[in-house]
């Protein structure tokens, strides 16, 4: 037999302290199946009857969207109410791999409700205040920094925060030749579905990082057998993935080959920086701020600039059979049958120019930025809005075509808030003409950076297409003018499905000015037409697909027919720095994409575009830019890790303790420890007056190693613990308890395991709270609709003292599968029991527990005993005898009314094994005999239950 179970036999005389919670209050306080990141033990609150709960909820309906909730009870539970106190946008889901980003709520005697919390899209920590019990909160920022890995300190009066603080990794973004937030399409709208790949064509000589998936392919040639080839490390927080086969790529790719300059998966996220050191160092164009387009033409040190203003004015021009062109003058012209009316946006220069002396200096500009031009010296250009490249950007110092050689004076960057454009034509107006440059190729040499993050609470799932990238205007070489239908004077209609602006009516328009009775030739036009630059004799053949024109405000030429060449294959980017994008652009696109082609429908404010076309877009040619990875543009952004994620970027680290004034939310450390070892991560905590214990985790990732970091007085001290997957620490005296997976184990303060306590035999269900007297308690599942709670108290090495047992029926829990069980407070008799139900479908992905459902049962057990008089003798209301018995007892009981009964037996895992008695009795003393000899010895638990009583008896079979 057991030891434990001797000595609970021997102990006839223990205290038993039992009560059951009456008519149960249960309530559903975060349900439905979103994924909940919740901690049992931080998230919960209750004073009176006043009951409140916090967590992060995934909205299942939007990827990648986060809510902070507050889910609040004013009546003990019976009902709850929902505030959703803000969201986050664009979180990557790697992020909340570990529960310790859950937010921890806390009540003021006041009424006041703190709920802490770190922001999941910045990485900030943050509270949520609220003085009206739940249901508005104010949010403000905390005074710690960025990235910190922080918990409230239980069991002070004054909040107290724990923080460790990792030193900030930063890296210029320049240093980067490639880097992306996301490698998915601008038309994925967050489904993670549209990705893109690199494959044969692509070769980086710099460093490649990404924060999502990367995805390679063996296709489009190349000369490493159709593979892409890196020569520098990749890095990626998430997997290096096959295109083909949608599996990780070291499954079937041959990595050496591809990764020649080595590569790291899972790595971290790193953030991309912005552009305040460009605005808080740099040249402020100060008179950009109210107009349009800001030209910039470098020649050298001096850039000559001119601005311009977008106006939309109402165009009305004739409408001709044919376009009136002087160049097909052996056609006729035609009748003009239409004055037609649209909205068309012009672009008015200004006729004067200025000039801008730039000596390694950065500009920063808030309108569009038009650039082009050959540097010299180091210059940023920053932009507020997006950035067109409009021609060749060259240094000074190299021959186009060459790669800069260290100690080359030139250097340039460029840097847009929103996105950068290698523009298809546009109006010079310095010449007055078109040019179209960069439609037989160019080159760039610099590094840049488009950092525009869209703005998903005003555009939704379009959000995609206002981040930022790094790619070319004009896209889709077919005419954007959506066909429409046409209806004559008679009522007959035509749909047009090739517009010519020129020529038709578009849109059908209230402004008439010709003939109401007048035919278009009878509803037969004409064979021939003469669309700008050139004719199309088919026009009207429904056979033949036509070419139209372009919205004039979309196309920069205006009017253009969609077969120019040119808008086409471009020729190739000569490459000489580097890219960096928020989510990654095209540089060729397929003329059949569906994704901008769904079924052939005009939606241009959703960037569907009618009809397919030829592939368009420039071929690579990426040279990295050496000097990069020693120096930077000036005022450059830089990449950084003030983010939620652990990595392998952190040089030290070091944990602080802060007081925390409510009043202006401000943390004062008051102590610190700086860590020798690097990547620590905080798992808890525990306090006994002016000591501390913090667990901690080393590196988390691989080969984790546990620490206990002990703080007594002024005296600090690292200890190594023996142990995985460590999860909480509560002191036992002068030792600490710490549970790892299902068990407990006890460690004194030398990290020195304690075997005597042995408490991993009783530790698959049990909790350990010391800060009540040292209490070890668990729940367990007592029968189908029946929980029972079990509560002990260790008194020593080798015993303890079981102190009650409160049984729980909760018939709503029929359907719930295996769900993670936590108590939460105990004092003065009152508790809260917390039904936790598990989400296996996320298991693999975030390798926790995760939940999908909080139950929330209260209620009240007897209060505790202050002494440890293990002589202390309750008489109870109900006898049993003989106790201990073999193999029957009598069990007697006295009814004071006519009442129903129940009389049932458990065992010490909480499991009914006979129902004695369960039906309407008379009052008076009643008598019953339980026979137990199909059980083996032990200790069982009688239960009496009436309409008004409930009662408990240990009995002991001894055979």
């Known amino acids: 037999m057991n030891k434990r179970v001797l000595i609970l036999c021997i102990l006839i005389f223990i205290v038993f302290l039992a009560a059951e919670i009456n008519d149960p209050i249960l309530a559903v306080a975060a349900g439905e199946s979103d994924l909940l990141i919740y901690d049992q033990e931080n998230g919960i609150s209750r004073r009176g009857d006043r009951i409140y709960l916090t967590f992060f909820r995934q909205d299942f309906s939007q990827n990648n969207v986060y809510n902070l909730m507050c889910a609040y009870s004013v009546d003990n539970g019976n009902e709850f109410n929902e505030t959703l106190i803000t969201g986050f946008y664009n979180v ?216 311009a203003d977008i106006i939309t004015t109402r165009d009305t021009f004739c409408v001709y059979n044919s376009f009136p062109d002087p160049a097909h003058t052996n056609f006729p012209i035609g009748d003009s049958i239409w004055t037609n009316y649209v909205d068309v946006k012009t672009t008015v220069w200004d006729d004067n120019t200025f000039t801008l002396n730039i000596i390694n200096s950065s500009i920063f500009v808030h309108c569009q930025l038009w650039i082009e031009g050959t540097i010299s010296g180091f210059q940023t250009w920053g932009c507020e809005d997006t950035i067109y490249v409009t021609n060749d950007l060259l240094y000074e110092s190299v021959l186009p075509g060459n790669i800069p050689q260290i100690g080359d004076p030139d250097l340039l960057g460029l840097v847009s808030e929103e996105r950068i454009y290698i523009q298809y034509k546009n109006y010079d107006p310095d010449t007055g003409t078109i040019q179209s440059p960069n439609c037989d190729g160019i080159y760039l040499y610099g590094s840049f950076a488009a950092l525009g993050n869209g703005n998903i609470e005003l555009y939704g799932a379009q959000n995609t297409h206002y981040e930022g990238i790094f790619s070319y205007n004009y896209q889709h070489p077919h005419g954007s003018t959506p066909g429409f239908t046409l209806t004559y004077p008679n009522g007959t209609e035509w749909d047009v499905e090739y517009p010519d602006l020129h020529k038709f009516i578009f849109p059908p328009s209230p402004f008439w000015s010709g003939d109401p009775g007048f035919l278009l030739h009878g509803g037969n036009p004409i064979g021939f037409t003469c669309g700008y630059p050139y004719e199309d004799p088919n026009y009207y053949d429904p056979e033949v697909s036509p070419y139209g024109t372009d919205w004039p405000w979309y196309n920069p030429v205006y009017p253009e027919a969609a077969d120019q060449t040119t808008m086409g294959e471009r020729g190739i980017v000569h490459l000489f720095g580097g890219i960096q994008q928020y989510r990654r652009g095209f540089m060729h696109r397929s003329g059949t994409d569906p994704n901008n082609h769904q079924n052939n429908q005009w939606d241009i404010e959703n960037w569907n575009y009618d009809g397919i076309h030829g592939s368009t877009g420039y071929d690579k040619d990426y040279h990295f830019d050496d000097r990069l990875y020693d120096i930077a543009p000036l005022h450059y952004p830089k990449s950084n890790n003030h983010n939620l994620s652990h990595t392998d970027f952190v040089d030290s680290s070091q944990l602080c303790i802060y007081a925390f004034d409510e009043d202006n939310l401000e943390a004062t450390v008051i102590d610190s420890f700086v860590f020798s070892h690097n990547n620590f991560r905080l798992v808890d905590i525990c306090h006994d007056d002016e000591k501390y214990a913090f667990l901690l985790i080393e590196n988390p990732v691989d080969d984790a190693q546990v620490y206990v970091l002990q703080k007594i007085a002024n005296n600090w001290e690292l200890i190594n613990i023996e142990l995985s997957d460590v999860e909480t620490i509560d002191y036992l005296d002068d030792n600490f308890v710490i549970k790892a997976g299902m068990d407990h184990y006890v460690f004194d303060q030398s990290g020195q395991y304690l075997p005597a306590w042995d408490m991993d035999e009783f530790s698959e269900f049990y909790d350990y709270t010391g800060i009540q007297g040292n209490i070890l308690h668990y729940i367990s599942e007592a029968g189908i609709d029946q929980y029972m709670y079990h509560l002990n108290r260790l008194i020593e090495p080798d015993e303890f003292e079981y102190m009650g047992a409160c049984l729980f029926h909760f018939p709503q829990f029929s359907d719930i599968i295996d769900p993670d069980i936590e108590l939460y407070h105990k004092s003065s008799g009152e508790i809260v029991m917390q039904f936790l139900e598990e989400s296996y479908e996320f298991e693999e992905l975030y390798h926790y527990k995760n939940y999908v459902n909080i139950y929330i049962a209260p209620g009240n057990i007897a209060e505790l005993p202050i002494t440890e008089d293990k002589d202390l003798v309750i008489t109870p209301q109900i006898e049993v005898y003989p106790n201990p018995f073999n193999p029957e007892t009598n069990i007697q009981f006295n009814l004071d009314e006519t009442c129903n009964v129940s009389l049932e037996v458990y065992n010490l895992k909480g499991q009914r094994i006979a129902v004695i008695v369960d039906e309407a009795l008379e009052s008076g003393t009643h008598n019953v005999i339980w026979n137990a000899d199909n059980f083996s010895s032990g200790i069982y638990m009688l239960s009496i239950k009436t309409d008004s009583v409930s009662e408990w008896k240990k009995l002991i079979l001894l055979k």
């Open 92 to 307: 990557i889901p790697e992020l909340l791999y570990e529960r310790k980003y859950a937010p921890t709520i806390m009540q003021k005697p006041n009424g006041s409700i703190m709920i802490f919390y770190t922001d999941l899209t910045w990485a900030i920590p943050r509270v949520a205040i609220s003085g009206d019990h739940g249901s508005t909160f104010v949010i403000e920022d905390i005074s710690l920094p960025p990235r910190s890995q922080y918990q409230i300190l239980k069991n002070c009066e004054d909040v107290t925060l724990v923080s460790i603080e990792e030193e900030n990794y930063e890296r210029p973004l320049s240093s980067f030749q490639y880097f992306t937030m996301h490698e998915y399409s601008e038309n994925d709208e967050y489904t993670e579905t549209d990705r893109v790949k690199f494959w044969g064509p692509d070769v980086f000589w710099g460093s490649v990082h990404s924060n999502s998936d990367i995805w390679i392919q063996q296709a489009g040639g190349g000369n490493n057998n159709g593979w892409p080839t890196f020569h520098e490390m990749v890095t990626t927080n998430g997997r290096i993935m096959n295109h083909a086969t949608g599996q990780p790529a070291v499954m079937t790719t041959p990595m050496d080959d591809v990764f020649q300059g080595g590569y790291q998966e899972n790595t971290g996220i790193l953030n991309m920086g912005d552009a305040i050191e460009i605005r808080a160092n740099g040249y402020d164009l100060a008179t950009s701020e109210n107009r349009d387009i800001c030209y910039v033409k470098i020649d050298g040190t001096t850039a000559v600039c001119r601005y």
